[in-house]
Every structure is written in structure tokens, then in C-alpha cells.
């Protein structure tokens, strides 16, 4: 069971307040003491099902004051660990709220975590080119050791997971951050792949390259799975490092692929790698959306999760008419 540290700054006159609502959570703990300018610091410990609940009663009662201020920390151990019992009770208050426990992290540390890998940065850039490099080693020399240490290093499952949790909360702002992360991580990544592909003592007809011009049903499967797996990752307060292999080896490999093949002119193939990428993307942020969903994820306020239910029903339904599309030319491919 994770466990939070709440920590409260508010005026001394709502500190009874605050404690109240703390006890409404059913905090195992909290404390007070004192800080600077005349305000309070009520700390709590809560169980992590618990903190999203927590948040959203505190910002409705204290978010017009301007000193009020919450801070969530991580907890690695305390002594006493709150009992099973004690566990269980607070798990009840959730319900009986009506957040569900399906065991994730809040709301707001979610989206703190996916914003911070969402960001254009310049080692985000050197990091994509790098993996394109070696990825494209290990493609053309049929390395598939070299392929998985490019995914290693690929820094894509930010950007796409950030792209699926706006669509989800109905964020503007962080879907346009993820947006161009992601285009300019694809063109940083075109960029050496082409002009390997211009070489021509590269062998565009490597076995692994040629395997990521065709799509299969198993290759929706694949992106599915890692676009579920990658925002568990991030729900789940687990590190996303080795998640985000997964996301990165249903984009990387046919996004190399495609610039490779561009480079060498070998238009058809190319097509081929380029219709495996546009599917893998469009099942990763299918399959992030849905998860976020299941896991609770949705805004505070309601005028917001209607306009949020209403971009979200309509990115899935645009989705799924895409994703059907390009299975029935799956399917059809493979009869013929």
C-alpha cells in the first residue's frame, strides 16, 4: 500500500478546517506546525487512493484564499504502518465518495509526472537522434541486441502518453505540448534515418527492415498492449523506463524503417513501414485513453468533465473508425 505525506499552508484561522477534512479523508495521521507569514502547515498521511479524493475536497473549499498551498510527497516508510484495518477503512470512505479504488496514484501527480516528460527539451532531441542512429545500425546489421538498446534510450512514450492523458481531461494546452513534442521527435528521427538511407552501400532489404513494411494483426495487438501498459505506468506511480521500450519498439523500428526506405527510394516498402507507424500511434493513444479512463481519471469540476467526455468520446470514435479502416486494408492485403 503507498503512502502519501499531504502537507496543508493555509491561514491560521481555517486550520481546523483543514483538519476536519482531513478526518473526512480519513488521514491515518496529521499534524500541525508553524510557517511563515502567519499561516498554519497541517500535515496529513493518507493512503494513495485516498489523496485524489483529498485534493479535490481541500481545492473546493480553499481555492479562493491566496495562501492556500498543497504539497504531496512520497512516503518510503514510517513506523507505525497503518494496520490492514485502518487501510481498509480509508478504502471505504473512497467508495462511499465514489472515486473507486483501483489502486493509481492522483489525479494531479499524474499529470505532474506526464508534463515533465511531455516537454520539448534538448535532451529530448539528442536522445531521439541518438536512437534513431543506433536504431537504424541495428535494422540495416539485423542486430536486434542494437535495436532494443535503441529503444532503451528513446524518450517517446512521454509525449504520446501526454497526448492521450489531454484527450482524456480535455487539456488544450498539454495536447498541444505532446503534438509538437512528438512531430518534432518524428522529424528529428526522419532526418538520419534518410540520410542513411541515401548511402548506397546501405542494404535497405535487411530482414528487419523489411519486417516493419508489413502490417499484421498482431502488430494492433502490440501497440495496443503498449500504449495500456505505458499510462499503468504512469497511474501507478511505477518507474515508466522500461514501459517505455515498449511504446518506443511499436514506434521507432517502422518510423527508422519508413526514413530509411524514403533515403533509398524504395517508395512501395516505404508505404508499407509508413502505414505500420500511423497504426501503431493510433493504438498506443487508443489504448492510453481507454486505460485512463478505466483507471478514473477524469477532471475535478464537472463543467469540466463534460467538455473532457466530449472530446474524449470523439478522439476515441475517430480512432476506431481510423484503426477499422486500416485493419478491413489489413485484412483485405492478406487475402490477396
Same mark, same amino acid.
Given at each position: 500500500?503507498?503512502?502519501?505525506?499531504?502537507?496543508?499552508?493555509?491561514?491560521?484561522?481555517?486550520?481546523?478546517?483543514?483538519?476536519?477534512?482531513?478526518?473526512?479523508?480519513?488521514?491515518?495521521?496529521?499534524?500541525?506546525?508553524?510557517?511563515?507569514?502567519?499561516?498554519?502547515?497541517?500535515?496529513?498521511?493518507?493512503?494513495?487512493?485516498?489523496?485524489?479524493?483529498?485534493?479535490?475536497?481541500?481545492?473546493?473549499?480553499?481555492?479562493?484564499?491566496?495562501?492556500?498551498?498543497?504539497?504531496?510527497?512520497?512516503?518510503?516508510?514510517?513506523?507505525?504502518?497503518?494496520?490492514?484495518?485502518?487501510?481498509?477503512?480509508?478504502?471505504?470512505?473512497?467508495?462511499?465518495?465514489?472515486?473507486?479504488?483501483?489502486?493509481?496514484?492522483?489525479?494531479?501527480?499524474?499529470?505532474?509526472?506526464?508534463?515533465?516528460?511531455?516537454?520539448?527539451?534538448?535532451?529530448?532531441?539528442?536522445?531521439?537522434?541518438?536512437?534513431?542512429?543506433?536504431?537504424?545500425?541495428?535494422?540495416?546489421?539485423?542486430?536486434?541486441?542494437?535495436?532494443? %538498446?535503441?529503444?532503451? @534510450? /528513446?524518450?517517446? !512514450?512521454?509525449?504520446?502518453?501526454?497526448?492521450? $492523458? #489531454?484527450? +482524456?481531461? =480535455?487539456?488544450?494546452?498539454?495536447?498541444?505540448?505532446?503534438?509538437?513534442?512528438?512531430?518534432?521527435?518524428?522529424?528529428?528521427?526522419?532526418?538520419?534515418?534518410?540520410?542513411?538511407?541515401?548511402?548506397?552501400?546501405?542494404?535497405?532489404?535487411?530482414?528487419?527492415?523489411?519486417?516493419?513494411?508489413?502490417? %499484421?494483426?498482431?502488430? @494492433? /495487438?502490440?501497440? !495496443?498492449?503498449?500504449?495500456?501498459?505505458?499510462? $499503468? #505506468?504512469? +497511474?501507478? =506511480?511505477?518507474?515508466?523506463?522500461?514501459?517505455?521500450?515498449?511504446?518506443?519498439?511499436?514506434?521507432?523500428?517502422?518510423?527508422?524503417?519508413?526514413?530509411?526506405?524514403?533515403?533509398?527510394?524504395?517508395?512501395?516498402?516505404?508505404?508499407?513501414?509508413?502505414?505500420?507507424?500511423?497504426?501503431?500511434?493510433?493504438?498506443?493513444?487508443?489504448?492510453?485513453?481507454?486505460?485512463?479512463?478505466?483507471?478514473?481519471?477524469?477532471? #475535478?469540476?464537472?463543467?469540466?468533465?463534460?467538455?473532457?467526455?466530449?472530446?474524449?468520446?470523439?478522439?476515441?470514435?475517430?480512432?476506431?473508425?481510423?484503426?477499422?479502416?486500416?485493419?478491413?486494408?489489413?485484412?483485405?492485403?492478406?487475402?490477396?
Amino acid at each position: 500500500m503507498p503512502l502519501r505525506v499531504v502537507e496543508v499552508i493555509v491561514p491560521e484561522d481555517s486550520v481546523f478546517e483543514v483538519q476536519q477534512a482531513l478526518k473526512e479523508s480519513h488521514a491515518f495521521s496529521q499534524w500541525c506546525c508553524d510557517s511563515d507569514g502567519g499561516c498554519k502547515i497541517v500535515k496529513a498521511l493518507l493512503d494513495s487512493d485516498n489523496v485524489e479524493m483529498t485534493l479535490d475536497l481541500l481545492n473546493k473549499r480553499f481555492s479562493f484564499d491566496e495562501d492556500f498551498r498543497v504539497i504531496v510527497y512520497p512516503l518510503e516508510a514510517t513506523v507505525p504502518w497503518p494496520t490492514p484495518e485502518q487501510s481498509e477503512a480509508a478504502k471505504k470512505v473512497v467508495k462511499r465518495r465514489g472515486f473507486g479504488v483501483l489502486s493509481r496514484i492522483s489525479r494531479e501527480e499524474v499529470y505532474h509526472d506526464v508534463c515533465d516528460v511531455t516537454k520539448l527539451t534538448w535532451i529530448f532531441i539528442a536522445m531521439v537522434a541518438l536512437s534513431t542512429v543506433v536504431a537504424a545500425v541495428g535494422l540495416i546489421r539485423g542486430n536486434i541486441a542494437v535495436v532494443i %538498446g535503441a529503444m532503451v @534510450i /528513446a524518450p517517446l !512514450l512521454g509525449p504520446n502518453v501526454g497526448f492521450s $492523458l #489531454a484527450t +482524456t481531461l =480535455g487539456d488544450i494546452k498539454l495536447a498541444r505540448t505532446a503534438v509538437k513534442t512528438n512531430l518534432i521527435g518524428f522529424v528529428v528521427a526522419l532526418i538520419p534515418s534518410i540520410i542513411i538511407g541515401l548511402i548506397p552501400a546501405v542494404n535497405t532489404h535487411a530482414p528487419e527492415i523489411l519486417s516493419r513494411t508489413q502490417v %499484421g494483426l498482431p502488430d @494492433i /495487438a502490440l501497440a !495496443l498492449a503498449a500504449g495500456c501498459a505505458g499510462c $499503468l #505506468a504512469f +497511474t501507478t =506511480g511505477t518507474s515508466a523506463t522500461l514501459v517505455g521500450v515498449m511504446v518506443a519498439v511499436a514506434i521507432l523500428p517502422p518510423l527508422v524503417a519508413f526514413g530509411l526506405l524514403v533515403g533509398a527510394a524504395e517508395w512501395t516498402l516505404a508505404l508499407g513501414a509508413f502505414l505500420l507507424l500511423v497504426t501503431n500511434v493510433i493504438c498506443v493513444n487508443l489504448a492510453g485513453v481507454c486505460t485512463f479512463l478505466f483507471q478514473g481519471i477524469r477532471p #475535478a469540476t464537472w463543467w469540466e468533465k463534460e467538455k473532457a467526455s466530449r472530446a474524449t468520446w470523439i478522439a476515441i470514435s475517430f480512432w476506431v473508425v481510423l484503426l477499422a479502416v486500416l485493419a478491413a486494408v489489413i485484412l483485405i492485403a492478406q487475402r490477396n
